[in-house]
């Protein structure tokens, strides 16, 4: 069956030659919205030697759901240690149209979350530039150093294409940014703030990189919500979403005694205060929050606000709530018109403290 295989010619060894690093230019180049066409999507694909040994079996499942759904819109890019492995379990499921989208990256990882390791791409609409910023496991919580190499590794094998950005003396993650395609990043006071990531550097010293870096005209920081069991110290992308037309999807919690409500109504009325580039209210779009999911003693951080734009698509996480599962699909149908909406359960994702989106990282069309 048709599959491009790649295998990593060196990782460690390599550095960026100070020659790939581009001079900033924010005069033509953007940060594109999720929903902006894709020229494909990657995962970093679980493995025996990562958390996910205990139910390996489960979690590939969930995987090969996100692969069927993605290559039947888009190309895929699969990160992955086990190539061989890896090409078995989609063969039992993807047919051979999906397989010819598939191109497999043989590379050593630590983990799956390519969301936060993944390149951070900006363009111009004809050329790409592929940001590496630097992934230290979330303000060094987790070892992470296979992870923080992978871009390097898909970049000089030739499986992305575009112009290398080296920014490894920056962290950040591609969940703790969402970007509406016309100049406003949003981000989380409480993550990029947060320890042993980018200190000593002050708040405005981090939103003036943000601005050079990401060709941002303007940044909004969000300095309420978190959610119990979240390892990234409060990503964007499970607390609030960008949509078009001046959309923001939010989660909303209802219940006054649930410990998320104080924080999150906060976030709702500071969402109220913020305005577009020219000036008008968002259109906040409530998401319900999931009732509480536990692993043991342990909160497990669900939310519909880690949903995937796809080309023609929208993946979004179910948690076996019906009632819940359902509005959710409501609401990001208001937000997504005319796209297919893709329901996956999502309640072996968190179980390692993250969901869908968390999983993937895009690549827009050049």
Known sequence: MPVTLIYTTFVRQYHPAKGLKMQKDTNHYSLPPEWAWQSAMQLTWPHGDTDWREYLDDICATYVEMADAITRHQRLIVVTPEPAEVKAQLCKR??????ANVTLH???TNDTWARDHGFITVTDGAHARLLDFRFNGWGEKFEAALDNAINRSLYINKVV?????????????????????HGTVLTTSQCLLAPNRNQPLSRQEIEQRLKDYLCADRILWIDYGHLEGDDTD??????VRTAPDDTLLYIRCTDE????YDDLKLMEEQLKTFRSAD??????LPLPMPRPIYDGDDRLPATY???????????????GQPDNDDEAARVIAEAFPGRELIGIDSRTVIRQHGSLHCCTMQFPKE
Not at 94 to 99: A, H, I, K
Not at 234 to 239: E, F, K, Q, S, Y
Not at 305 to 319: L, S, W
Request: glycine residues 12%; contains cysteine.
């Open 94 to 99: 993807l047919t051979e149209c999906q397989m």
């Open 257 to 260: 005694s649930d410990s998320h």
């Open 106 to 108: 043989c590379c050593p």
């Open 161 to 181: 294409e575009g112009e290398y950005v080296d920014h490894n003396d920056f962290v950040l993650e591609g969940g703790s940014i969402e970007s509406d395609g």
């Open 305 to 319: 606000a880690n949903f995937v734009v796809i080309n023609g698509a929208v993946i979004y996480p179910t948690y």
């Open 279 to 284: 000036g008008q209210p968002y259109r906040l």
């Open 234 to 239: 409060g990503h964007i992308d499970t607390l």
